[in-house]
């Protein structure tokens, strides 16, 4: 016995069971296209950093970067496992090869690299050696992979990555050199002489006539 044709009511019905998958795709391609806009911007403000050719900006260009870039690993770690629709990872081609980021930003950073570092705050208090420029080439290397995927076409793949790879590696040395810089800046802008300072408030109160 064949079945009855189906109605309008019926497709109508069935369109609202869909709705939510459909609009979950969508975000979940939104989310996607911000997150790559937000990786392509922090790989031109590294690589511009890099350079050397705007030294004086260089801190408030990589805070600016960092903390951008954090904002869209802080959206990818709120929302549910992303499942791609492969069992096994898409071979996307040669990994991005960061090593002459990482020497150049290094360069940029010399005097300013090197900081102390805590393994994990959560089960280890072990203290290590690192390095604000390993830390941006880490960080530069796990977004170009996930970007990569997107840029082939593969949504489902590069939310995965960037999500696995945040809260796996990139996120912890994005957060780190935050940290970092803010410190540094801090240094820079309330370490200052004392007499300095007092000259200055003198000259504040008593501006010439």
Do not use: C, K
Request: charged share 25%.
């Amino acid at each position: 016995m064949s079945e009855p044709p189906r109605t309008e009511a019926d497709v109508d019905l069935r369109d609202d069971e869909n709705a939510p998958a459909e609009t979950e795709r969508r975000e979940l391609v939104r989310l996607a296209a911000d997150t790559a806009i937000d990786v392509r911007a922090y790989l031109e403000a590294t690589t511009t950093v890099a350079s050397g050719t705007s030294p004086d900006v260089a801190l408030p260009i990589v805070l600016l970067a960092v903390s951008q870039v954090l904002v869209a690993g802080a959206r990818l770690g709120a929302i549910g496992d992303v499942v791609p629709t492969e069992r096994f990872e898409p071979d996307p081609g040669p990994d991005t090869d960061v090593d002459p980021l990482h020497g150049a930003l290094a360069n940029v950073l010399e005097g300013l690299d090197d900081y102390a570092d805590v393994v994990d705050p959560i089960v280890s208090g072990e203290v290590v050696s690192g390095s604000l420029s390993g830390d941006l080439a880490t960080v530069a290397a796990d977004l170009s992979h996930g970007l990569r995927h997107f840029e082939s076409g593969r949504v489902d793949e590069a939310l995965w990555w960037w999500q696995f790879s945040y809260l796996s590696s990139w996120g912890a040395r994005a957060a780190a050199a935050l940290r970092v810089v803010q410190s540094i800046l801090a240094h820079l802008r309330l370490d200052a002489d004392d007499e300095i300072v007092a000259d200055a408030e003198f000259d504040a109160l008593h501006p010439p006539r």
